[in-house]
T-cell receptor, first 116, second 110 residues
Framework: ETGVTQTPRHLVMGMTNKKSLKCEQH?????MYWYKQSAKKPLELMFV???????ENNSVPSRFSPECPNSSHLFLHLHTLQPEDSALYLC???????????????FGDGTRLSIL | DAKTTQPPSMDCAEGRAANLPCNHS???????VYWYRQIHSQGPQYIIH???NNETNEMASLIITEDRKSSTLILPHATLRDTAVYYC???????????FGRGTSLIVHP
């Protein structure tokens, strides 16, 4: 398996639920990213990890909690979300080691999240 | 960080060249111009990037003006599968965070 894989592809959850989104990359990259894409809005960067350390947090609400246990895996833990959090959540990776570093990002196909 | 400006939509006939413009008049000397595209229900896909010189790969060509204030992405023979939103962004690495705008929605018609 190659590239960036995100699971699940679709997720429906209530506002009181706790769930996690998973991202896995098989490219040997050292930097990983979470983006949010709401309907008809540009991509918004949420979190950036470089060599498993968080280097950027774009003022994301605490109900979103990222975790990067190793350079191949990235999680986004969700709890007590709001209806406006319904969106496509995209994971990306780049070679690194620094974040961005003038290198292309490789994206997964995202998790479509719906909050009831 | 360069702000980029793209037309919101364009269309192109199948088999013809699609030329997608991007203005980046505030681009700095060490900022690269990157192009990505996003097909419906998929994640963005990297296409090409360049600094000063024109670039070509198996997907597209990138023409950057001499003053680097604008660029054009060229899909030489557009197909229906090229229908997507195309994003032009500037990136200089380091701590700079590239920002995706709204892009250009390209529709390739038969």
């Amino acid at each position: 398996e190659t590239g960036v894989t995100q699971t699940p592809r679709h997720l429906v959850m209530g506002m009181t639920n706790k769930k996690s989104l998973k991202c896995e990359q098989h490219l040997g990259h050292n930097a990983m990213y979470w983006y949010k894409q709401s309907a008809k809005k540009p991509l918004e960067l949420m979190f950036v990890y470089s060599l498993e350390e968080r280097v950027e947090n774009n003022s994301v609400p605490s109900r979103f909690s990222p975790e990067c246990p190793n350079s191949s895996h990235l999680f986004l833990h969700l709890h007590t979300l709001q209806p406006e959090d319904s969106a496509l959540y995209l994971c990306a990776s780049s070679p690194g080691p620094g974040a961005f570093s003038n290198q292309p990002q490789h994206f997964g196909d995202g998790t479509r999240l719906s909050i009831l | 960080d360069a702000k980029t400006t793209q037309p919101p939509s364009m269309d192109c006939a199948e088999g013809r060249a699609a030329n997608l413009p991007c203005n980046h008049s505030t681009i700095s000397g060490n900022e690269y111009v990157y192009w990505y595209r996003q097909i419906h229900s998929q994640g963005p896909q990297y296409i090409i990037h360049g600094l000063k010189n024109n670039e070509t790969n198996e997907m597209a060509s990138l023409i950057i003006t001499e003053d680097r204030k604008s660029s054009t992405l060229i899909l030489p023979h557009a197909t229906l599968r090229d229908t997507a939103v195309y994003y032009c962004i500037g990136s200089s690495g380091g701590s700079y965070i590239p920002t995706f705008g709204r892009g250009t929605s390209l529709i390739v018609h038969p």
